[in-house]
């Protein structure tokens, strides 16, 4: 798996692709697919001068939170100072 790892896993930011190519995803816990935590850095808004409220703030993490959950994950937290978003998932 470590030889093939460019070919299963693409990390950009903001986003963790595992198995692009979905007829080699193996099924759930097997490979890579098996449940885990993402910490994502370097996550901030690009209109972050925006955010100075703490209403506001708390908008975009909710945003962020359901954004999470349409794409299949569990959401944890969210720094908008950091920018680290953390979430998990059951399989990929």
Known sequence: LVGR???VL????????VYPN???KPVAGEGLNKPASVVLYGCTPKAASRLLDGGARERYRQRVAEMTLRKGGIFEDYDIEGGTWKFRVEHF
């Open 10 to 17: 693409i990390l950009e930011p903001g986003e963790v692709v």
């Open 22 to 24: 979905q007829l080699c």
């Open 5 to 7: 790892l460019k070919d």
